[in-house]
């Protein structure tokens, strides 16, 4: 349990739980070593690298890494109009107007796969990997209320945890950070890498 100020001034807090300021936040890679094991036992979950917290005020989010209280990076919401078409923020070898995530399946369109929008790029220019094998740039976020949900059974199959309602990918390059609702064709919020703390 700890507290800090956020810089618009927000006093941020993990001791209730669930909480809205802590993020439960796992690469891909780290994803797939725990989808390797069958079953866990709910207090053994392994815990993300990093621990997120987002400031429900400005929703700026600050990074911690594991066993430290200080944060070692914050990111920026960047002020911007939202809710485009994807074309209108990434530039595409073949644009197409189909959207990131089939909506039904809330898992990844699979045109995408197939190649009907095989590049999709950052604003800095550097290709964001829409699948393929893990490469840590495509993160798995939980709230603190949708992970106590499946977190409190004795015994957790891997393969039962719900996948989050959004999705989010990482720039490897500029490390902006990209946040789509699942079903959203455009990214519902971009982060910035505001500052290395």
């Excluded at 530039?91 to 995408?112: E, K, Q």
């Excluded at 992970?147 to 039962?160: C, H, N, P, S, V």
């Excluded at 309602?165 to 946040?179: G, S």
Aim: charged share 30%; hydrophobic share 40%.
């Amino acid at each position: 349990m700890a507290r800090m100020n956020c810089v618009c001034g927000e006093v941020l807090s993990n001791s209730m739980a669930p909480n809205d300021v802590q993020l439960r936040m796992y690469t891909d890679v780290e994803w797939e070593e725990i989808l390797k094991k069958d079953t866990i036992e709910g207090w053994m979950f392994p815990s993300p690298t990093h621990d997120i917290w987002r400031c429900p005020v400005c929703e700026r989010l600050y990074v911690f890494e594991e066993m430290n209280n200080v944060a070692v990076k914050s990111y920026v919401l960047e002020k911007q109009r939202l809710g485009l078409r994807l074309k209108s923020f990434f530039a595409r070898d073949r644009v197409s107007d189909a959207p990131l995530l089939d909506s039904a399946a809330g898992a990844p369109n699979p045109a995408l796969e197939t190649g009907a929008a095989t590049k999709i790029s950052c604003k800095c220019g550097e290709a964001l990997p829409a699948s393929g094998s893990p490469n840590g740039n495509m993160l798995r976020a939980y709230t603190d209320e949708e992970w106590e949900r499946f977190l409190d059974a004795e015994i957790i199959k891997t393969q039962d945890v719900p996948p989050p309602p959004r999705d989010i990918w990482r720039c490897p390059k500029c490390e902006r950070v990209y946040v789509f609702e699942k079903g959203g064709a455009a990214p519902a919020k971009v982060y910035a890498l505001k500052e290395r703390i």
